[in-house]
C-alpha cells in the first residue's frame, strides 16, 4: 500500500503531475472547449463530478470483484463500461432530481465518456497502489487541476482571439505554442514534496 | 476495384493523416513521443487495436442495432486493446514500461473510435481492414517522426544511439512543454505543405477547427456555440428531442 500522504497526494495531482499540462490526459477538451471561459468552467466541473463518481464506482469493484476471482486482466473492459454507464446514470439522475444542475452540467457529460482523463485517474490509482481515500483524493486534485489548467488557458486564448498571428500559425498551431509556454510554466512546481 | 482499395489505404497516410491533418488522437501522440522507440511501439499497438476493430465492427455492422452501436463498438476495442496490453506486456517490457497507463488509453483514443463510426460500421470487411492499416501507418508515421525530432533535439540521441554531438541536448524538447511546441510545428509544416500540394481547398480547412474529425465533434460544438450565444436550454431541448425518437 502507498503511504503518500493526503495532502501531498492532492498537491501531486493538482500541480505537479497537473493532468493536462504535465500528463497529458484530456487534450481534446483542452483543446477544443478551451475557446470560451464558460464552457471550459462547465466542462471542467463535470469532469471533477464524474472523475469523483468513476473513482468511488471502479476502485471498489477493482478491490472486491476483479481482485478476489482474479480477473484483474479485464480492468480496461470493466473500467471503461463503468464510466459509460455511470455516465448515462448521471445524466438521468440529474435530468430527473437536479434540473437546474442537468441544464449547467448535462450537455457535457456525453463527451466525458471518451475522455481519457476519466478513465486514466481510475487507473492511475489502482496502479499507484492508493487506499481509497487516497484515490478519492487523488481524482479530486486530478479534477481540480483540468479546471485550473482550463481556466488559464482559456484566459490565454481569449486574448489570442485578439492577437496577430503569422498567417500559417493561425488556429491550432499558435494554441499548441500557447499550451507549451503554459506547461512551462508549470515545470517550476517540479520537485515540490519530492513528488 | 483496385482503385478504390489502394485508396481506402494511401489516404490515411498523408491527406487525412490522423494525427497530423485530423488532430485526432492527440493525448498518446504528445505523451509518448519523448523517443522515437516509444513512438513506434505505441503506433504499432494502436494500429493492431485499430484493424482488429474495423475488421470486427465491419463483419458486425449489420448485427449492431444503431441505438447501442456506439457502446457495443467500446467493447468490441476494449477487448482488443485487453490483449495488445497482454502482449506487450509479455514480449516487450521495455515498451509496457515506458508507455504505462497510455497503453490501456488506446481503448479512448478518438481516431479508433473515430474509424469506426465514420468507416468500419458502413464499409465492407476488405476495405476497413485497408482503412485501419492505412490509418494506423500513418498515425505511427508521426508518432515516429515527432519522436524522432524530440529524442534527436532533447537527449541527443537516434533511437537510443548518440548522434556523434551534433548538438548537445536541448532537456526541454523532452518535457511536456516541447511535446506541445513539437506538434504546433508538425501541424504548422503540414498546414504549408498541404497548402501547396493539395488542390482539394475544402481539405484545408480541415484543421481550422480543432475537433472537426472527432467522433463527438458535432456535439462539442453544439455545446460551445449554444453556452457562447445563452441557449444551452435549447440544445438540451433538442438533445431530448432526439432521444425521444
Known amino acids: 500500500m502507498n503511504s503518500t500522504g493526503l495532502f501531498a497526494i492532492l498537491i501531486g495531482s493538482l500541480l505537479v503531475n497537473n493532468f493536462v499540462l504535465a500528463q497529458f490526459l484530456g487534450i481534446c477538451p483542452f483543446l477544443g472547449v478551451s475557446k470560451k471561459l464558460s464552457p471550459a468552467v462547465g466542462m471542467s466541473v463535470a469532469v471533477i463530478f464524474v472523475m469523483l463518481m468513476a473513482t468511488a464506482a471502479t476502485y471498489p469493484i477493482y478491490m472486491f470483484v476483479l481482485i ?3 480477473l484483474k486482466y479485464l480492468q480496461t473492459i470493466v473500467f471503461i463500461l463503468i464510466i459509460a454507464a455511470l455516465v448515462q446514470l448521471v445524466e438521468i439522475v440529474l435530468k430527473r432530481y437536479v ?5 449547467s452540467l448535462g ?6 465518456t471518451t475522455n ?9 490509482n489502482i496502479d499507484k497502489e492508493y487506499g481509497f481515500a ?6 479530486l486534485g486530478a479534477g481540480c487541476g483540468f479546471l485550473l489548467a482550463m481556466v488559464m488557458f482559456a484566459g490565454v486564448r481569449e486574448r489570442l482571439e485578439v492577437a496577430e498571428i503569422p498567417k500559417g500559425l493561425k488556429g491550432l498551431p499558435i494554441t499548441l505554442v500557447a499550451a507549451s509556454l503554459v506547461s512551462m510554466s508549470f515545470i517550476g512546481f517540479q520537485g515540490l514534496f519530492g513528488l | 476495384m483496385d482503385v478504390k482499395y489502394r485508396e481506402a489505404y494511401t489516404k490515411g497516410l498523408i491527406k487525412e493523416n490522423p494525427t497530423l491533418r485530423l488532430v485526432l488522437g492527440t493525448c498518446p501522440t504528445l505523451a509518448v513521443t519523448t523517443a522515437a522507440i516509444n513512438g513506434l511501439g505505441m503506433g504499432v499497438a494502436a494500429t493492431f ?6 475488421i470486427a465492427i465491419s463483419l458486425m455492422r449489420k448485427m449492431i442495432p444503431d441505438k447501442v452501436r456506439l457502446p457495443a463498438f467500446i467493447v468490441i476495442i476494449a477487448g482488443f486493446t485487453t490483449i495488445v496490453q497482454m502482449l506487450v506486456k509479455a514480449y516487450t517490457p521495455s515498451i509496457d514500461k515506458a508507455l504505462g497507463i497510455y497503453l490501456p488509453l488506446i481503448v479512448v483514443n478518438c481516431i479508433i473510435l473515430g474509424r469506426a463510426e465514420a468507416y468500419a460500421s458502413k464499409n465492407s470487411v476488405g476495405l476497413s481492414a485497408l482503412d485501419g492499416l492505412g ?15 524530440r529524442e534527436f533535439l532533447g537527449k541527443g540521441t537516434i533511437f537510443n544511439w548518440p548522434n556523434g554531438g551534433l548538438i548537445p541536448p536541448i532537456t526541454i524538447f523532452v518535457l511536456p512543454a516541447g511535446g506541445f511546441f513539437v506538434f504546433g510545428m508538425l501541424i504548422w509544416l503540414a498546414n504549408r505543405l498541404s497548402d501547396k500540394f493539395d488542390d482539394d481547398a475544402s481539405r484545408r480547412e480541415t484543421n481550422e477547427n480543432v475537433c472537426a474529425a472527432c467522433p463527438s465533434a458535432a456535439f462539442c460544438h453544439q455545446t460551445v456555440e449554444s453556452e457562447t450565444s445563452g441557449l444551452a436550454a435549447a440544445a438540451i431541448t433538442k438533445k431530448e428531442a432526439d432521444n425521444n425518437e
Not at chain 2, 505511427?140 to 519522436?147: K, N, Q, Y
Request: glycine share 10%.
Open chain 1, 107 to 112: 450537455i457535457y457529460l456525453p463527451l466525458i
Open chain 2, 49 to 54: 487495436v485499430l484493424v482488429c476493430s474495423n
Open chain 1, 134 to 139: 487516497q484515490a478519492m483524493v487523488n481524482s
Open chain 1, 99 to 103: 434540473p437546474p444542475l442537468y441544464k
Open chain 2, 135 to 149: 490509418m494506423g501507418s500513418g498515425f505511427t508515421a508521426a508518432l515516429l517522426l515527432m519522436g524522432g525530432i
Open chain 1, 116 to 124: 481519457c482523463a476519466v478513465l486514466g485517474v481510475a487507473i492511475l
Open chain 1, 68 to 70: 478476489p476471482a482474479d
